[in-house]
Each structure stands twice: as structure tokens, then as C-alpha cells.
């Protein structure tokens, strides 16, 4: 843990059900959602909350496991929850969970999550140490686990690809 920077709780940074109403100018040829601006909108918001929790300007340093789940319809409302996972030295893992509700009936369903890594900036553009994550609850210890698993995935891909190189 880095001393110089306290944890900061998941809490601290998280987006809780930001809603957006779909329109038809948001609909693609087969009458659902457009799936790239639900992309934008998740990349957005997981920049909010890897700024909050760092406090510095970020930037998207990779996205991964984008699962579509079910597709939305027009007049549903999409409610974004974001989260970080962890951090590590310069980067954090932040995950999106979308949910399409019927606002007439209040039912949702499931229909994306994805995985942001971010790196904090500092004035000369350079990476800069991040706040430690403190997870709370059960959800939030499971999710910074995973997160670990993912990114040693990410590496043990990077240097299978830089030893593929001729």
C-alpha cells in the first residue's frame, strides 16, 4: 500500500444508477439499442470515477470483456453503475453493470458488463501513483480479486505478443 496515498473506500468514487432514456435517434437498424453508445457512455462515466478516486486527469488505457447480455429497446431506461475494483501503482480497473428498466413496470434486465483500465496523469502527462482501493462488503472484495485475475491476464498477454514479434 502506498503510505503517501491513503485507501480510498469503493464508495468513495462510484456512479449508482445514472439513468439515461432511450429515444429512437438511439436505436440501429434492428430496433435496439446502438452497442457503441452504450460503449461511450460506460467510457465516460468510468472516467468520472477513476478521476474522483485519483484526483488527477485520466485516461482509458484498455477495455476489456465487453459482454453484450441482452440487447435494449427503445423507451427503456438504462441505469449505469460503475465502480472501482483496484488500483495498481498509475492504473485502476473500474467495471460497468448496465441494466435496461421498463420505467412502467420497473422491471430490469442485464445487458452489459464491461471492464475499464485507466491511468492517472500527472501535469507532464506522465503516470502517477493512485490511491489504494479499501472494498468493503463481500461484492466488492470478490470483484477486487477478480480484478488481479484480470490483470494478470492482461500482462501474460502483452509479453506473449512482444516475445511474438520478429
Not at 468520472?48 to 435494449?72: L, N
Not at 480497473?93 to 475499464?116: C, D, M
Amino acid at each position: 500500500m502506498n503510505a503517501a496515498k491513503p485507501a480510498r473506500t469503493v464508495a468513495a468514487s462510484a456512479i449508482d444508477n445514472h439513468v439515461y432514456k432511450v429515444f429512437p435517434n438511439d436505436l440501429n437498424s434492428h430496433e435496439t439499442v446502438f452497442g457503441g453508445l452504450i460503449m461511450a457512455k460506460c467510457d465516460r462515466l468510468a472516467l468520472v470515477v477513476a478521476e474522483r478516486h485519483s484526483g488527477h486527469v485520466c485516461v482509458t488505457a484498455a477495455v476489456d470483456s465487453i459482454h453484450f447480455r441482452a440487447p435494449a429497446k427503445g423507451g427503456d431506461t438504462l441505469l449505469f453503475n460503475l465502480s472501482l475494483n483496484r488500483a495498481w501503482g498509475s492504473s485502476m480497473e473500474i467495471g460497468a453493470k448496465v441494466l435496461a428498466e421498463n420505467s412502467y413496470t420497473g422491471e430490469t434486465r442485464h445487458i452489459l458488463s464491461a471492464f475499464f483500465t485507466f491511468v492517472a496523469l500527472d501535469e507532464d502527462h506522465r503516470p502517477v501513483e493512485v490511491n489504494e482501493v479499501l472494498p468493503e462488503t463481500a461484492e466488492q472484495q470478490q470483484r477486487y480479486r477478480d480484478a488481479e485475475v484480470r490483470r494478470q491476464g492482461r500482462l501474460a498477454t502483452r509479453e506473449k505478443l512482444a516475445a511474438a514479434k520478429p
